[in-house]
């Protein structure tokens, strides 16, 4: 990417700038939301996905209550409402119940939705990012039904799509990066939405770049955002931790997001020991290790340390970070990585 089109701390980008460097057209602008609250409204349409290998349901939104039931990974469940239940954890007291079924608590569950979308007639030259909109597809080494699975892609990760064809049987099918190994897979296109550009006009862009801060509190597991001496974001979090495989804690010091790429492939370790995450959404590296903020749906239990360092968030939360900090990622850049950032203080 040139450096005339990166944006320097302490210049003002309006969305006409924004718009110059994405070759997009304007969108309303979403707004931020509090991702903290301990209770929750369930609306029409919310499921859970269940993301640990069971989960047992249980009469009363407690574990000291009768287990009626187990649902395992990958369960889709209707959701009727959320509950502040009876504490262990203390960190995390919502339940959610399961529409027939009962109660279970939340840090296995995913919040998702299915909202399949039309399929792109065409996908530009340089891709398209898109969210998968469903709570999972199967991405396939080739674009046929019957085909060997890859991987199994879920609700809010992000891919870059690099070409769409339609089988015999008419069913659309999208060419998708595979950014950690250099590979293509594909799965069906009515499984993901494209990112429009309203969630990719940098939030506050008016506010000069060294007022903008972050902190990261490891005690409380929240991050807070500062605009000056206001503060203008905030979430429960979840940093690194001591595994059996090593210390992983998230690292005290002081950084700037100098790195940031809206979909990364992460992977590390063997099956038994490490991990294997495609389409992690709307990454902000801190650290020339890897440590970064980025989006997470492979658990809901924010709030305690689950990480290999890294700060997980929720999907939508990520992407507000995402939007708000700096270096500016264009819509049509896969990545961004210069010396400079939003400042981020870790503390212990």
Not at 192 to 214: C, T
Not at 263 to 280: E, Q, W
Not at 306 to 333: D, Q
Request: some cysteine; glycine content about 10%; aromatic content about 12%.
């Amino acid at each position: 990417m040139p450096m005339e089109d990166i944006h320097l701390p302490g210049e003002s980008l309006d969305r006409r700038g924004f718009l110059k460097l994405s070759g997009l057209g304007l969108l309303a602008l979403a707004t931020p939301v509090d991702w903290g609250r301990t209770a929750i409204e369930a609306t029409g349409g919310q499921l859970g996905r269940v993301t640990a290998p069971t989960v047992d349901v249980f009469v009363k939104p407690a574990f000291a209550s009768e287990s009626v039931g187990r649902r395992i990974r990958d369960d889709v469940l209707k959701i009727e409402g959320a509950f502040v239940g009876a504490p262990p954890p203390d960190h995390n007291k919502v339940w959610y119940l399961a529409e027939g079924e009962g109660f279970i608590h939340s840090s296995a569950i995913q919040p998702v939705r299915d909202e399949p979308n039309l399929a792109l007639d065409v996908v530009p030259g340089g891709g398209v990012l898109a969210e998968v909109s469903v709570p999972y597809v199967d991405a396939l080494w080739r674009s046929y039904e019957g085909a060997n699975r890859a991987y199994r892609l879920y609700y809010h990760t992000t891919h870059w799509i690099e070409n769409v064809s339609v089988d015999p049987s008419g069913q659309a099918w999208y060419r998708i990066a595979e950014d950690k190994w250099g590979y293509s897979i594909y799965a069906h296109a009515q499984a993901f939405r494209p990112v429009p550009l309203a969630e990719l006009i940098p939030i506050s862009p008016e506010v000069p770049a060294q007022e903008k801060r972050i902190v990261v509190d490891l005690k409380r597991q929240w991050v807070y955002c500062y605009e000056g001496g206001n503060l203008v974001f905030s979430t429960k979090v979840s940093t690194g931790r001591i595994f059996s495989t090593g210390d992983f804690r998230t690292p005290i010091g002081e950084y700037v997001t100098f790195r940031k790429r809206a979909s990364r492939h992460m992977a590390a370790g063997n099956l038994a020991t490490g991990y294997d995450l495609p389409g992690v959404p709307w990454v902000a590296y801190i650290t020339e290790s890897g440590v970064s903020f980025h989006g997470t749906y492979w658990h809901n239990d924010f709030g305690t340390p689950r990480s290999h360092g890294c700060i997980n968030m929720t999907p939508s939360a990520a992407k507000w970070l995402f939007r708000w900090t700096t270096p500016l990622v264009p819509s049509e850049e896969r990545e961004v990585w210069v010396d400079y950032g939003t400042s981020v203080e870790v503390r212990g």
